[in-house]
């Protein structure tokens, strides 16, 4: 992959000293809104590669993983920094469809500033308009690329004011496209700050005049309201009145008053773009790295020590205290693990021995861990072109190779001051797949290859259930588990999928008594145990009991332990499909022993043979586990989810409003954990994207007559 970058000519790798010239951008958007294809046009524009590649052709610098040459879409976070006007700017592109969130979560984390690229031709999806609450919430600096203009449908004005429906206010275009002779195509820009034409038509940079007659209505209307917007962002309070009293405000100080707006997270420009012809690149260049803040502006995450301790604010300060983070990590196969790091605090450089840590995802197979490690080399990444720097300071990015120990979330900081920054919020897979190797050869395989895969993505966990003894991949969607197994796949593992179980438990129903008898003689010492129990059922989590009430002496004292032990071995077995039995009160009354061949041995066999004696004449019936699940859609799929979580025998408990974000609601229901195997994805297609949910164990209940037949028995 990395000759593939050198074929289109790559450049020697951007090197920054100073935090205020570093911009990190994140590129958000849903899946064909132009993300890559707009990262490879700017990475051409600034003479980063020579040529632009194709997402059709696979041949793009962020989308270098296989699987995402295959489906022709990303499926990875990739970084992709170019240089301009003296500023590094880190381009974080990020996948656009929902199964891969866990990725899009790790650029924003890495990021100071966000970019929404948002389709002409397409408009947005509901995970999008999300994605933008979520960047509310945290008032992260954001500006929108209007993209696909070539497209014969492309329609700028619709996806403005979608913007605005979607978005909210501020949310204003800077430049307004201008169509060539043909009336489709377009050829340039009408600049509304500047009242200027920019026209691409002999390509980069464009040649900047005077507008046409007939182009004043449209920038005369369009810049009194981006006018006024940027105005009422001003903290020069007298600026409004001034405006509204004829004065005409200068160019520069509406400058700077949009580029304090945008990096306060106060305003939103639009800048229209086409990745194909060049347009609007060199506008777009300049928001990302004069309005957007640079790495010293931006809020830098919690830090504590390694025991939790408190620690004081980080500061984006190259001589301050080392602290980075993982934000991905890959397994290449020439070079092992590579890890892509943004540094916060202090500097890295090679030959540097740091400490590495990671706390907090055990539940996701990631162990605590801690070690000190050396740094060799240092690298900038362009997708999978690693380019070798001397030094990384605090806001920028860079990628560390060969590390042994190192996960994605895991913070590196000094070996002898030694922290653990705040993890990002990790959305839960709820997508189960469950696997197996094909061969006893491919399972030493798989584990080697599940354990690189678990170290990259923390959105997947990986589960051995004790009980259907099935190796289970938990994922976020389809296309995340699809990616995974072809991961797998191409590691040289072959392997199968096949239906997930659910772990159900067995009880009785109905009191019984039960008699065990294990009488044998083989010559010399025998086997002989008799005992009598009496089995009641218990209300549901009650757990087991075992009560002692032979009198005089029937069982001798020291059997009585034994004959539990057998019990419990034999709940633990199962009496019916295999699953272990719960909820049930055993009461020794009475029995038999001899006082040569009796044992602990066979006191044992002799209380399982009476529990399944007992189990003949106590109705027993199966239970299946029933979940607690909170489901947050937009209000209008409120019926639909309801009606849907009924149809899977669900019992809905309540809706509220989303104390998060407006328009959505909270949906609380009792569901069976049988009817969510695929909820994930059903759930997705029923909210187009916009549905997300939590679920928690609540307790087993009785499992329908009717679904008995379907279940399967524990292997």
Not at 224 to 238: H, K, V
Request: proline share 7%; hydrophobic share 40%; net charge negative.
């Amino acid at each position: 992959m990395a000759q593939r970058n050198q074929d289109k000519g790559v450049t020697g790798a951007p090197v920054a000293t100073d935090p205020a010239k570093i911009r990190n951008v994140v590129l958000v958007g849903h899946s064909g809104a132009g993300k890559t294809s707009l990262v490879e046009a700017l990475l051409a524009a600034t003479g980063t590669i020579a040529r632009a590649g194709s997402v059709t052709d696979g041949t793009t610098v962020c989308d270098h993983d296989p699987a995402a040459v295959r489906q022709q879409r990303s499926v990875s976070l990739a970084c992709a920094p170019l240089t301009h006007d003296g500023f590094k700017v880190n381009l974080l592109d990020t996948p656009g469809y929902a199964d891969f969130v866990g990725e899009l979560r790790a650029g924003l984390r890495a990021a100071d500033a966000a970019l929404f690229v948002v389709s002409a031709v397409d408009g947005m999806d509901a995970a999008t308009a999300a994605l933008w609450e979520e960047c509310a919430a945290v008032d992260m600096p954001r500006a929108v690329a209007v993209a696909r203009l070539d497209h014969p449908r492309a329609d700028f004005d619709e996806a403005v004011a979608l913007c605005q429906r979607v978005f909210g206010d501020n949310v204003l275009p800077l430049y307004l496209p201008m169509l060539g002779d043909d009336g489709v195509s377009t050829v340039g820009l009408l600049g509304l700050i500047t009242r200027r034409v920019f026209d691409y038509t002999d390509g980069l940079p464009p040649q900047v005049r005077e507008p046409d007659p007939e182009h004043l209505p449209a920038i005369v209307e369009s810049r009194n309201e981006l006018i006024e917007g940027i105005i009422a962002e001003s903290e020069d309070e007298t600026l409004m009145d001034r405006y509204l009293g004829g004065e005409e405000i200068g160019t520069d100080l509406l400058i700077e008053d949009l580029e304090k707006a945008v990096a306060r997270g106060h305003f939103y420009p639009v800048v229209p773009v086409c990745a194909a012809t060049g347009v609007g690149l060199d506008a777009l260049l300049e928001v990302l790295t004069a309005g957007f803040p640079s790495p010293p502006e931006h809020a830098l995450p919690a830090v504590t020590g390694i025991d939790g301790t408190p620690r004081p604010p980080l500061t984006c300060d190259p001589d301050g205290p080392l602290v980075a983070e993982v934000v991905k990590t890959t397994i290449d196969r020439h070079v092992g693990r590579v890890c892509v790091v943004r540094v916060f605090s202090g500097t890295l450089r090679p030959e540097q021995t740091v400490h590495i840590c990671g706390h907090g995802l055990a539940d996701r197979g990631h162990p605590d861990h801690d070690a000190d490690e050396r740094i060799a080399h240092l690298y900038s990444p362009l997708g999978a072109t690693l380019r070798e720097v001397g030094v990384a300071v605090a806001g920028d990015i860079c990628a560390i190779t060969k590390s042994g120990s190192a996960e994605t979330g895991d913070t590196i900081s000094a070996k002898d001051d030694p922290l653990l920054v705040a993890p990002w919020e990790m959305p839960e897979p709820l997508l189960p797949v469950a696997i197996v190797a094909k061969s006893r050869s491919d399972e030493d395989a798989l584990a080697r290859n599940l354990a690189r895969l678990v170290a990259g993505d923390p959105t997947m966990r990986l589960e051995r259930n004790p009980e259907t003894h099935q190796l289970v991949l938990w994922c976020m969607g389809e296309a995340h588990a699809d990616v995974v197994l072809d991961r797998l796949r191409a590691g040289g593992v072959e392997l199968d999928t096949e239906p997930v179980q659910v772990a159900l438990r067995e009880t009785l129903t109905a009191p019984a008594r039960g008699h065990g008898r294990h009488v044998k003689q083989s010559g010399g010492h025998g086997q002989y145990a008799v005992c009598d129990i009496e089995v009641e059922p218990l209300p549901r989590g009650a757990g087991f009991e075992f009560v002692d009430r032979v009198v005089g002496g029937a069982v001798p004292h020291n059997y009585i332990p034994s004959v539990e032990k057998g019990v419990r071995a034999q709940m633990e077995r199962g009496l019916v499909a295999g699953h272990p039995v719960v909820d049930l009160r055993v009461t020794l009354v009475d029995g038999k022993a001899h006082s040569v061949d009796s044992s602990d041995a066979a006191f044992q066999t002799a209380g399982a043979l009476a529990l399944r004696d007992a189990a003949e004449r106590g109705q027993p019936t199966l239970l299946e586990p029933i979940d607690e699940v909170t489901v947050r859609v937009p209000d209008g799929n409120v019926g639909a989810v309801m009606g849907d979580l009924s149809g899977r025998r669900g019992r809905v408990l309540g809706t509220e409003p989303d104390p998060d974000a407006e328009g959505r609601t909270l949906v609380r229901a009792e569901v069976p954990a049988l009817e969510l195997l695929r909820y994930a994805v059903e759930l997705r297609a029923m909210t187009a994207g916009a549905g997300t949910f939590r679920r928690r164990f609540t307790r087993h209940e009785p499992l329908p007559t009717h679904l008995t037949t379907t279940t399967h028995k524990r292997g």
